[in-house]
């Protein structure tokens, strides 16, 4: 990790919604000499006790109004439910802090667009967090892509595969809130669209440089439970998605993404091809891969696995951001951007899959 300014005041962290991956953000300020984390707040008076416990943070709160009011932080990290995320970050702009947002960045393309449109007028330094960004295969591939190796983008294919509904893997689904909400649009889930769709979608417009001209989607939800429900969890969201896309220069390749594939824990792959060259960037068992056929290769149709260098870290690129007061990547306005991205799949999907514009 490349780390910024280091004579300069530390940021001052506060840690909105205290879950499981807030625990990826307290190791990650943590693990940075410029950032403390000073408060967290959640809903749950017991499981923000536990968190600050764990890691060492000296004020809590049950209510972001009143760590707002108390105003002891610089920038806020928002790992609150997908649904929380609109309001609790329309205040934390109006309260001028900055923030790193978890994604989806709201739950529909018009909020997503207001908070990207307020944060821009208000000045504050604004981040979603696209996590795989962080992998260096990925950075490789964008890189590789953006010299034009490949030549002429024409066409792609990448999926994401969880097996969380098929196999515990990360406790059980029927019994844990964390991924009741997930299966449940009232409760603000867009499903695997926005739980993961929208990692697989950044994997195909960040690398091919390119955003999303236009899509058409089937999603599908499964029978799960007796009456499609538990308790109060209506067991409604989707559980897989297929999609064609069309990019603005032109590609066209498919995306799809599902809770269901059995035997794939977490696995991304994207295969890219140009008029000169071809790459596959894979992650999978906390592993990215990067393979590319290229030039005289092509004749041959050898794939060869290219080294990535390590570097780019999306907490300290924020981190840094903050301290030194200038914007960093990807911003909210590339959060709206994918939003509108899986509104537009949503409603093709709803409209027997007809294509979209975007
Ligand atoms: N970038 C990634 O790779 C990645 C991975 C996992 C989760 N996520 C995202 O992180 C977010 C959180 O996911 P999670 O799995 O930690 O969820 P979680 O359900 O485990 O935790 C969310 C916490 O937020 C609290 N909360 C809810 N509303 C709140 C509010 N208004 N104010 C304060 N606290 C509130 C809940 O009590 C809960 O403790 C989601 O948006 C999810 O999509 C991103």
């Known amino acids: ?31 940075h000499p410029n950032a403390q984390i000073f408060a967290a707040v959640d809903l749950d008076a017991d499981k923000c ?16 109004a009143e760590a707002i009011d ?18 609790t970050t329309k205040s934390l702009i109006a309260a001028g802090k900055d923030i790193l947002c978890e994604k989806p960045l709201a739950t529909s393309q018009v909020e997503a667009q207001e908070l990207a449109s307020l944060a821009k007028t208000s000045g504050i330094i604004n981040m979603i967090n696209l996590s795989y960004r962080n992998v260096p295969a990925v950075q490789g591939a964008a890189q590789l892509v953006a010299t034009g190796a490949l ?7 990448a999926s994401y595969l969880q097996s969380w509904l098929t196999q515990p893997a990360w406790g059980d689904w029927r019994t844990s809130p964390v991924w009741l909400w997930r299966l449940s649009t009232s409760h603000g889930s867009k499903g695997v669209l926005g739980d993961v769709g929208i990692h697989i ?103 060869t696995e290219v080294a990535c260098e390590t570097g780019y870290d999306l907490f300290d690129h924020f981190v840094t951001s903050v301290q030194m007061k200038v914007p960093c990547f990807p911003d909210f306005e590339t959060g709206a951007r994918l939003q509108s991205v899986l509104d537009a799949a949503e409603r093709s999907s709803l409209d027997n899959s007809k294509k979209v514009v975007i």
Not at 16 to 23: D, E, F, K, P
Not at 49 to 62: L, R, S
Not at 70 to 87: I, K, Q, R
Request: glycine share 10%; with cysteine.
């Open 201 to 303: 979608l950044d994997f195909v417009s960040y690398i091919a440089g390119s955003q999303a001209a236009d899509v058409s989607c089937q999603l599908k939800t499964f029978a799960k439970a007796q009456d499609d429900r538990i308790g109060d969890y209506v067991l409604d969201a989707n559980d897989s998605c297929a999609m064609t896309l069309t990019l603005e220069n032109g590609a066209m390749g498919v995306v799809s993404a599902s809770r269901f594939a059995s035997g794939h824990h977490n696995d991304l792959k994207l295969r890219i091809y140009g008029d000169r060259g071809g790459l596959e960037v894979s992650f999978q068992q906390g592993q990215g891969v990067l393979k590319t056929c290229l030039g005289a290769d092509l004749q041959t149709e050898t794939w």
């Open 151 to 157: 030549g002429n983008c024409r066409h792609f294919e």
């Open 70 to 87: 108390w105003d002891g932080f610089d920038a806020a990290s928002n790992v609150t439910p997908d649904a929380a995320h609109f309001a």
């Open 49 to 64: 006790a536990n968190f600050c416990d764990k890691h060492d943070i000296p004020h809590q709160f049950t209510d972001l």
């Open 1 to 31: 990790m490349a780390f910024g300014n280091t004579s300069i005041a530390p940021v001052r962290i506060l840690i909105l919604g205290t879950g499981s991956m807030a625990n990826e953000h307290a190791k990650a300020y943590k693990a």
